[in-house]
């Protein structure tokens, strides 16, 4: 059959979310806003086999890279079978990236052997109980009170507002102070961040977000916001996070009060992976995941013969 991956635009949010809502797992990547923001960046389009859904992105190297299939499981036995012949059509040996175990093992079932699976930790998603950060009960927890204390105390006229069409512009002038305080144009990784948050933003009523921002006192401005949606049934994803540094628990309190507000009715918050970054993991790790989503990298097991 003939396999043709295009790119990603606004208006095919119904039909790929008419996929990815069969796909029941906790991972933050296979949403439509994270894939349509970041799509640019990583040059990741998608196409339509055999009744399932599968997105096409590129290696270092340059050689092509799909995720598995979503879809009914007769249908992604046959879409993985055309996707076999394609990276065979494309002379290019077969790779998969964000594979959950559950999608190995379906791999393992009809193809022993063939396959290996190598995860990779620094792509791991952090998953939260709800209601431990809101109410962030418990010993392991006390530092992270004490940085919301300080924070009440320094600003005893904060709000917290849920971001609308009349203050998202608020929002916006705080991330370009935040992106140049952080220098963003001169550290790639930053300027890409940076660039998703401005258009989270911007497209905020396209992509069906939800935010929440923080005020030191009703007329001031932003000092910190955040962005996520709805990921499945049971957990909410949080895909942006933003805050002053210098304001003493900034931070911690724009992370409470949208878990309180936004995902309260979820059993879990995904706050995403730390990629590594040392920072990232240890403030990632301080508030006490109940388990991380391992996504991995499928080749060939060239072992096996």
Not at 154 to 180: G, H
Request: proline share 4%; with cysteine.
């Amino acid at each position: 059959m003939e396999i043709s991956f295009r790119k990603i635009e606004l208006e095919d949010r119904e039909l790929l979310c008419s996929y990815l809502k069969q796909k029941p797992y906790r991972s933050c990547d296979l949403v439509f806003a994270n894939i349509y923001l970041w799509s640019r960046k990583y040059r990741t389009e998608f196409a339509i086999v055999e009744n399932t859904l599968v997105f096409c992105g590129f290696q270092e190297n340059g050689g092509p890279s799909i995720t598995f299939p979503i879809g009914e499981q007769e249908q992604i036995r046959k879409a993985l079978e055309a996707m076999f012949a394609w990276f065979e059509k494309q002379r290019a040996d077969f790779h998969m990236h964000l594979v959950q175990e559950k999608e190995f093992d379906l791999l393992e079932q009809w193809y022993p052997g063939e396959f290996e699976v190598a995860y990779n930790r620094d792509a791991a998603d952090y998953v939260y109980e709800t209601e431990k950060l809101i109410s962030l009960a418990g010993k392991k927890l006390h530092g992270k009170r004490n940085h919301i204390n300080r924070f009440k105390e320094s600003n005893p006229n904060w709000v917290y507002e849920p971001i609308t069409s009349e203050n998202v512009e608020d929002c916006f002038q705080m991330a370009l102070k935040w992106r140049e305080e952080m220098q963003c144009e001169y550290d790639l990784e930053k300027r890409d961040e940076i660039c998703v948050t401005l258009n989270a933003l911007r497209l905020m009523d396209e992509l069906q977000l939800q935010g929440g921002l923080l005020r030191s006192s009703p007329d001031s401005e932003v000092i910190a916001f955040t962005i996520g949606e709805p990921l499945n049934p049971d957990t909410f994803v949080v895909h942006i996070e933003k805050a002053f540094a210098e304001i003493q628990g900034a931070y911690p309190m724009i992370n409470q009060q949208f878990a309180k507000h936004a995902a309260a009715k979820y059993q879990y918050v995904n706050r995403e992976e730390d990629t590594g970054a040392e920072g990232l993991r240890k403030a990632k790790l301080s508030y006490r995941p109940a388990f991380l989503v391992e996504k991995g990298i499928v080749t060939i097991n060239k072992h096996m013969k």
